[in-house]
């Protein structure tokens, strides 16, 4: 079992920057590829980007590459999304997943490919 709880969400400029972070409970988190999703009010729910449970890759959608970077840190089993150069096309509820006992270098990047989700953070980015 993995419980994930997100912060860092809020009110920013665009131009501006924010890190979300992502604290994992459970024994399941070092081997587990990790992922961030977002959802935009009317919109489904797309995906962001993604850690495989080595670390060593990454993936990003292609709306976000150059701007945003995953990291995770295992001492503190937490995964961070880090949010530069902020668009108000960025605004939604971020959501952090977790898919546990995973490939040492697979990145998820599918919705399903997750088994546990966070409730949610809510970004908003103004104009």
């Known amino acids: 079992q993995v419980q994930l709880v997100e912060s860092g969400g809020g009110l920013v400029q665009a131009g501006g920057s924010l890190r979300l972070s992502c604290a994992a409970s459970?024994?399941?988190?070092?081997?587990?590829?990790m992922g961030w999703f977002r959802q935009a009010p009317g919109k489904e729910r797309e995906f962001v980007a993604g850690?495989?449970?080595?670390?060593?890759?990454?993936t990003y959608a292609d709306s976000v590459k150059g701007r945003f970077t995953i990291s995770r840190d295992y001492a503190k089993n937490t995964v961070y999304l880090q949010m530069n150069n902020l668009k108000p096309e960025d605004t939604a509820v971020y959501y952090c997943a977790a898919r546990p006992q995973s490939s040492w270098i697979v990145v998820v990047t599918t919705e399903g490919g997750y088994d546990y989700w966070g409730q949610g953070t809510q970004v908003t980015v103004s104009s």
């Open positions: 459970g024994r399941t988190f070092s081997n587990s590829a």
């Open positions: 850690i495989s449970w080595s670390g060593s890759r990454t």
